[in-house]
């Protein structure tokens, strides 16, 4: 397989007669679970000749659905206030959680699949034990509905965000909240962690994506590529990539290493509601208001960076402990006041038009347009984008007139001569980084065709083995007819 090939729509499913809120793939069983705004919960097999199942059971809208680690088990969140666990099987049956007294947004398992987090318009956060079916304790301290919560891949803290504008981390052990990120212009609509559980992204009803370093606290990454309120994101297991599905129609694919835009895909006819990674990484699914789930073939990413960057670890990063997304953008970004004492560079992007990626500034890239008649009862993000559309495309003029900003906005901080070093020594950074990969991708390349080689010659040897064989059995069996 070629390197960066472009993502390709392996396949579409249709069953659902409402928008799809929700979707996961089985990570030991060939299967995709979406939920839908029909009330129902569909297991698609991934294997053509298979038949899906359709669950009833939800007695509304079902927002929220993930398998467990082992893939032996399905959970699903409704706006009927419930939580279902089922067995994804041809008999479809379901234990039901109950304990919030609002809609329950979001539910997810623990790492270990031990524990459920789920996020509820009651404005509380509840973990659930899975083993013993009960509610286990409660988190309360945000101010509003609460959009999403998931746990840390060491199961050791909760990432939750809500109307209020905020995102909280959450320590299991004290169920304190022990940091609240504010930087928000309207609510917060989905977070989750890195595979590594260094860093979190966000997203936002004001078209923005952000990426924090909880170990620093520092805003790391902050993209504004939609022209609509995201609603979903999801990384890829490498760390390397993330895919967001907005209420602007599309669904766009970062490269978290270039801190660059690479892709823009328009597979859906309205509201893009959810989007997800497998668990290798080689597809991801995507659902919105036209209820239709897609399928799509990554590509563009065929080798495993964790593996990559493993052997480059001394070369990447000196400084322990290190991870792959501190890496700030290339580019400047100008945003808002309110997040302007943060490090928040937008980067360069690109674009795929038909079939190929153009290098164009990403304030050029961001001019998908939104029909303001397009709307969805289970989206509720896209109203608020007018105002801020017309600033993005502001910019955008700007950008293309040549204009540059600086890279902090901090009144009291002058741009002078040592900045401009201190950005360009960050720039060599990432390209030195950027060229040990490449070289990387080349060492990988290299080993798998001489793998093929040596695979093919083995080949052509048992067969001739086998033939000499078979040549020596007529010898033996033909030679008594000779002599007679």
Known sequence: ????????????????????????????????????ADKTLMIWNLNPKARAFRFFGHKDVITGVQ???????????????????????????????????????????????????TASDDKSVKVWSVHRQRFVYSLNQHTNWVRCARFSPDSRLIASCGDDRTVRLWDTSTKQCINCFTEYGGS??????????????????????????IRTNKLLQHYQVHSAGINCFSFHPSGNYLISGSSDSTVKILDLLEGRLIYTLHGHKGPVLTVAFSRGGDFFASGGCDAQVLMWKTNFDYFDYREVLSRHSQRVTPDPP??????????????????????????LSFKAVNGHANNLPARRIASTSLNPNEDCHSSGQGSTSGSQSGQMGGRREEGEQGMTYPLEMRSDLPMNFSST????????????????????????????????????????????????????????????????
């Not at 082992?70 to 959970?75: N, P, S, T």
Request: charged share 25%.
């Open 67 to 117: 398998f467990s680690p082992a893939g032996d088990l399905v959970v699903s969140a409704s706006q009927d206030k419930t939580v279902r666990l089922w067995t994804p099987s041809i008999k479809g049956e379901s234990m039901v959680f109950k304990a919030h007294t609002a809609t329950v947004r979001s539910v997810s398992f623990s790492h270990d699949g031990q524990r459920l987090v």
């Open 188 to 213: 917060a609509t989905f977070v989750d962690f890195n595979t590594s559980g260094t860093c979190i992204a966000s997203s936002g009803a004001d078209n923005t994506l952000k990426i924090w370093d």
């Open 421 to 484: 070093l201190e950005r360009i020594v960050q720039q060599l950074d990432v390209l030195t980084q950027t060229v040990s990969v490449l070289e990387e991708r080349l060492t990988l390349t290299e080993d798998k065709l001489k793998e093929c080689l040596f695979n093919q010659s083995q080949i052509l040897l048992q067969v001739r083995g086998e033939e000499r064989v078979e040549e020596e059995r007529e010898g033996e069996s033909g030679s008594p007819v000779a002599s007679a």
């Open 1 to 36: 397989m070629a390197f960066n090939e472009d993502p390709t729509l392996e396949r579409h499913f249709k069953g659902h007669k409402d928008a799809v809120t929700c979707a996961d793939f089985n990570s030991k069983h060939k299967q995709l679970a979406s939920g839908s």
């Open 322 to 347: 290190p991870h792959l997304t501190d890496i700030y953008p290339r580019g400047p970004h100008l945003h808002s006041a309110q997040s302007g004492l943060l490090h928040s560079p937008s980067p």
